[in-house]
């Protein structure tokens, strides 16, 4: 049974240009998390989806967009990329009361 | 809102002695408290959860974690470390209600092990 996918791996992308990153859920889930890893610090919520719609939000810009597709995978949408954006970034689905299960995560570089 | 305190960034234990890594919550609603385990280059993977049934949890790889509600605490132990547990230990907190189920981490504490 396949965790949560994350595509791509690696990335490297020049300020001010457009990222969009995608996440599979585990099969049987259908809310989907996104994190942003800075180095060294702990991971920071971005948005939750569940049933297509964005339902809780963090403290990050309009530039951080999302979106969850029928089948519950996810995209993330970053704008007007700034070198603050280079992370890891994390997606994490659940179903129901269950906890979260993470990807492995999307490394960021914005040169 | 909730958040949570990671004490010890760096954590230092020889080969079979015990490891204990410390983790402090505040949160105005009953708390659900995570601990996790990264491994270098690595996503997140789930160690143990209180969900508000017994206090003592018990989780992978021989890792426990005791909930104490007087002292806020929820303190992540093993009895005796392998060289295998090398890695960052984040503490997480979230609540049940509904629209308000995000994860919020600690800074994260790096467990060394000396051989």
């Known amino acids: 049974d396949a965790g949560v996918t994350q595509s791509p791996t690696h990335l490297i992308k020049t300020r001010g240009q457009q990222v969009t990153l995608r996440c599979s859920p585990k099969?049987?889930?259908?809310?989907v998390s996104w994190y942003q890893q800075a180095l060294g610090q702990g991971p920071q919520f971005i948005f939750q989806y569940y049933e297509e719609e964005e339902r809780q939000r963090g403290n990050f810009p309009d530039r951080f967009s999302g979106h969850q597709f029928p089948n519950y995978s996810s995209e993330l949408n970053v704008n007007a990329l700034l070198l603050g954006d280079s992370a890891l970034y994390l997606c994490?689905?659940?179903?129901?009361?269950?906890?979260?299960?993470f990807g492995s995560g999307t490394r960021l570089t914005v040169v | 809102a909730q958040s949570v305190t990671q004490l010890g960034s760096h954590v230092s234990v020889s080969e079979g002695a015990l490891v204990l890594l410390r983790c402090n919550y505040s949160?105005?609603?009953?708390?659900?408290l995570f601990w996790y385990v990264q491994y270098p280059n690595q996503g997140l993977q789930l160690l143990l959860k209180y969900t508000s049934a017994a206090t003592l949890v018990k989780g992978i790889n021989g890792f426990e974690a005791e909930f104490k509600k007087s002292e806020t605490s929820f303190h992540l132990t093993k009895p005796s470390a392998h060289m295998s547990d090398a890695a960052e230990y984040f503490c997480?907190?979230?609540?049940?209600?509904?629209?308000?189920?995000?994860?919020?981490f600690g800074t994260g504490t790096r467990l060394t092990i000396i051989p």
């Open positions: 099969s049987g889930h259908d809310t």
């Open positions: 949160s105005s609603v009953p708390p659900y």
């Open positions: 997480a907190v979230s609540t049940a209600n509904f629209g308000n189920e995000k994860l919020t």
């Open positions: 994490a689905s659940r179903a129901g009361g269950s906890g979260y299960t």
